[in-house]
Structure formats: structure tokens, C-alpha cells
């Protein structure tokens, strides 16, 4: 692929999103929600979704499915995502969303889809029972991205092979179809908390469906909750060391200095300075009180504007118009390149 087809001809363009399949963690918090903030300004035009298509890929009660679609709207909103500098949007009121995730279905390969951890993970012993949607989520996440010419997308950790199917994809379009058309988007995966891992076992991540409440913080929980969960946090018995090298080999000590690091903007190694030889009972109610500092303003907001859903849509129905205008274009331009008569 060409050089020309990652860089220079495309304005630099921002596109990330959250699934509406239950209360958001502080993994999408960290891993997510609050770098979409901090990429919000000049450098780039910043696009945030609520990838309720995605969510339907797994069984969603749908009033359940409305009522987290408002929770994620809410939540970017209460972070401050400011929907007059950014556009923020649901994906199924932009209907290009899933004719180019078609598309791209005659792109992708099946070994590709084949290699995706995350189906592996979440279908386990049971693939044969997954939705097809699920299996294919991954070309539907890249004609998300592909759809503005995203340059780049802030994602946890585990989104990663996600992005870079993304590219394999564009890079295939563009190598058959003999064009430069879309670009090679760039994962943006920077800082402490790009994979916060589950309280209860540090070797996987938090996740919003997990099985276990007590494994995540929920970013509506209180401040009680959120204590409590920390306190009952799965730990070794030693202190924290003097060094971060002393983390090796322990993940969940790990896992809540660098959530602790995430939260008070501060390196892993500024925190383990801190707070050499501290044992937890030091350690994890200051955590606590961090979380709840940094979440209790934000699920505040959020229950102020899920008080008026009716607001929070209108929000919705405006970005998807302004991502309208900008989809429709690029999906036609696909279309003729495709050969499409219309
Ligand atoms: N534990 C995490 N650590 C860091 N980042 C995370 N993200 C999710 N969990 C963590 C990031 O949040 C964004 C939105 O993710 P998503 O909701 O669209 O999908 P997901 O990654 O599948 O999230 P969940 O919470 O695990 O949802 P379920 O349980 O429904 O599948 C992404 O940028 C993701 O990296």
C-alpha cells in the first residue's frame, strides 16, 4: 500500500465509540471516555459513536438497549465531550454505518475473522451458537472508522487487532480497487490504563458484562460501592514495592496502581514512589477516595441529563445529521468505485 494512503490527503480525523451493553466501567472511563475529552479541541475533527449496532450483536432487551444508548450519550456529555465541538452520535441513525460494513464484508477475508481474539473470548466453547454479527463486528467497526476517513482512533488495549484489521481492510480495498481512497488508520493506544483488568482476577479485563458486579466499578455506582469494591479487591498480602519492576509477576496490585496513576494523571512510577511500602490498607482507601473524587461529579451529570432523555436524543439526532453529511459523500465515492449502478 501506498505511503500516500496513511498520511497527508486526509484532514486529520478522530472516530471512537462505545457500545450501549450494559453500565459503563471505569475501564471504558479510562481506556476510553476521558482520552475522546482530551482529543476533543484544534488538532483534530472528533467524531464519537454510540455503537448501539454493535451492541445488537449480543442479545440486548430493547429498552434496556435504549436506556444504555442515553447512558453512553450521557456519559461522554457529563465527561465533557461538548456536542458543538465534537459530533456525537448513535451509529444506526446513520445508515451508511452498515451498507460500507457490507461492503467491507466483501473485503475481509474469513481467516482474518478467524484470528480476532476477541470473538474467540466471548464466543468460548460456543461459536456455532454465536450470532453472525458477532463473528463480523469487526468489518462493521471498520466502515465505523472508514466511513469519515478516521486518521485516528482512540481505543483500550483490546481493541487493538481491531484497528489494525481495519487497515488490512483498507489497504485490500484500495490494493484491488487500484485507488488511494481510504486512509491507514492509526490506533492511538497511550497511557497508564489502556487494559484495567477485572478486580477479581488481574488476568482479565474489566469488562461491562462480566459476571460479577464486585469485579468492575460501574461509573454510576456510589461512593459506598465504589469502596467497597476496592476494599474487597482481590490483592497478594506484600506492600507495594519500591519500583515498578516489583509489580512483575503480580497483576492485581498492578492493575490498581496503574487505575490510581490513570485517574491522578501521574506515570505508574510516580504512584509506586508515592507510595513504596505501603500496605493495602493504606493504599486502597486512597484509591477509593481518588475514584470517587474523579467519578462522583461525572455520575451526577449523567443522572442530571438522563432526567430528560428527550434532550439527550435531540443531542443525538443533531450529530447523526452532521455525521450524515459527511458519511453520505464518502459512501457514494465507494459506491462508484465499486461500480455500483444507482
Ligand atoms: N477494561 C478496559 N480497559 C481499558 N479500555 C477498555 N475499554 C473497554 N474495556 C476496557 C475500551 O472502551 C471502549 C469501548 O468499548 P466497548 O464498550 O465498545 O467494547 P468492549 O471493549 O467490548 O467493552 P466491554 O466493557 O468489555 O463491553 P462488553 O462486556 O459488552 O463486551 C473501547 O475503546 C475499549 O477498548
Request: include cysteine.
Amino acid at each position: 500500500m501506498t505511503e500516500a494512503a496513511s498520511h497527508s490527503q486526509f484532514t486529520p480525523r478522530v472516530f471512537s465509540g462505545i457500545k450501549p451493553s450494559g453500565g459503563l466501567t471505569l475501564g471504558n472511563y479510562l481506556g476510553a471516555i476521558k482520552r475522546f475529552v482530551a482529543m476533543q479541541g484544534e488538532a483534530y475533527e472528533t467524531l464519537y459513536c454510540v455503537v448501539d449496532l454493535h451492541a445488537i450483536t449480543v442479545w440486548q432487551d430493547p429498552a434496556e438497549l435504549r436506556t444504555a444508548t442515553r447512558e453512553v450519550a450521557a456519559s461522554y456529555l457529563a465527561s465533557g465531550i461538548d456536542p458543538e465541538k465534537s459530533i456525537l452520535f448513535n451509529q444506526s441513525q446513520v445508515s451508511q454505518h452498515a451498507e460500507l460494513g457490507w461492503i467491507f464484508n466483501c473485503v475481509a477475508r474469513v481467516g482474518w475473522m478467524n484470528r480476532m481474539t476477541q470473538f474467540k473470548e466471548k464466543a468460548g466453547k460456543n461459536a456455532e451458537k454465536q450470532s453472525l454479527g458477532l463473528y463480523a463486528y469487526p468489518s462493521l467497526m471498520a466502515a465505523d472508522i472508514l466511513l469519515y476517513h478516521a486518521t485516528h482512533v482512540p481505543v483500550g488495549e483490546d481493541q487493538k487487532q481491531h484497528v489494525e484489521l481495519t487497515r488490512d481492510i483498507a489497504a485490500k480495498f484500495n490494493h484491488d480497487y487500484k485507488t488511494e481512497f481510504f486512509p491507514l488508520t492509526n490506533p492511538v493506544i497511550e497511557g497508564p490504563a489502556m487494559r484495567v483488568m477485572n478486580l477479581r482476577d488481574g488476568t482479565k479485563k474489566m469488562s461491562k458484562s462480566g459476571e460479577s458486579d464486585m469485579e468492575r466499578i460501574n461509573m454510576l455506582d456510589d461512593a459506598d460501592t465504589i469502596a467497597k469494591k476496592f476494599r474487597k479487591a482481590r490483592t497478594d498480602p506484600a506492600p507495594l514495592p519500591e519500583s515498578l519492576d516489583g509489580l512483575k509477576d503480580r497483576p492485581e496490585a498492578r492493575n490498581l496502581v496503574d487505575i490510581y496513576a490513570a485517574l491522578s494523571d501521574q506515570s505508574p512510577e510516580a504512584v509506586i514512589t508515592e507510595y513504596a511500602g505501603a500496605g493495602w490498607g493504606q493504599f486502597k482507601p486512597a484509591l477509593a477516595d481518588l475514584a470517587v473524587a474523579k467519578l462522583a461529579p461525572i455520575s451526577s451529570e449523567m443522572q442530571r441529563l438522563l432526567d430528560d432523555p428527550a434532550e439527550i436524543d435531540r443531542i443525538l439526532a443533531r450529530g447523526s445529521e452532521r455525521a450524515r453529511a459527511i458519511a453520505a459523500p464518502i459512501l457514494e465515492r465507494t459506491y462508484d468505485i465499486v461500480g455500483l449502478v444507482r
